[in-house]
């Protein structure tokens, strides 16, 4: 089975503070997913990857960055956390064509920024 | 623009009766649509896809979704429903105008009653 791993499930910082969640992924796929859950909002995707070193922005990306050095792991960066950035954060990877390939989730992030 | 619909906030069902969850979508082309459920505290699992062929599709822990093409629908049913299927439900569809990413539902809650 593919493992999306997060590495924190729970975390709590202050505003103004720089923000790093992790994301690694066992199956060797070349696409890789952050998004952020919201009540009655759904997922809405900040950053994707499509491959090593390279990003495109989602829907929502200000505010954020993301770092994929290695194809395993995808970073998502909060350069300078803010209140309204209080959210779950879901991180996913899929193979190449992930039009009709499902994604495979880690747990999340509940992130709360004080 | 692409969108998906999931016209209810939460479905409650008595436990062994059927169990429908609606989803809506607009498209412009030929839609691969998915459904993932969420469990509490927990990332989203792939239940089931429509890509082409049959228009019931079947999935994961006894559920399936039709596809209907004149109703631009793709609702998904379960004969009979259990306690453990309570979760948050998620319908989405392939966007065609941004890089073939999934445009997700705000998603649905079932609550399953014994």
């Known amino acids: 089975d593919v493992k999306v791993t997060q590495s924190s499930r729970y975390l709590v910082k202050r505003t103004g503070e720089k923000v790093f969640l992790e994301c690694v992924q066992d199956m060797d796929h070349e696409n890789m997913f952050w998004y952020r859950q919201d009540p009655g909002l759904g997922l809405r995707l900040i950053y994707f990857?499509?491959?090593?070193?390279?990003?495109e922005k989602g829907d929502i990306p200000e505010g954020y960055s993301v770092s994929r050095e290695k194809k395993e792991r995808f970073s998502l960066i909060l350069e300078s956390a803010s209140t309204n950035q209080t959210s779950m954060y879901l991180c996913?990877?899929?193979?190449?064509?992930?039009?009709?390939?499902?994604?495979?989730f880690g747990d999340g992030t509940r992130l709360s920024i004080l | 623009a692409q969108s998906v619909a999931q016209p209810e906030d939460q479905v409650n069902v008595a436990e062994g009766n059927p169990l429908t969850v609606k989803c809506t979508y607009s498209v412009s082309g030929n839609p691969y649509l998915f459904w993932y459920v969420q469990y509490p505290n927990r990332g989203l699992q792939f239940l089931l896809k429509?890509?082409?062929?049959d228009n019931l599709v079947k999935g994961s822990y006894g559920f399936e979704a039709e596809f209907n093409k004149s109703q631009t629908s793709f609702h998904l049913k379960k004969p009979s429903a259990l306690v453990s299927d309570s979760a948050l439900y998620f319908c989405?569809?392939?966007?065609?105008?941004?890089?073939?990413?999934?445009?997700w539902g705000a998603g649905t809650k079932l609550i399953i009653k014994p």
């Open positions: 990857s499509y491959d090593v070193k390279m990003k």
């Open positions: 996913a990877s899929s193979p190449q064509d992930s039009s009709v390939q499902p994604q495979h």
């Open positions: 429509y890509i082409t062929g």
């Open positions: 989405a569809v392939r966007d065609m105008d941004s890089n073939y990413q999934l445009i």
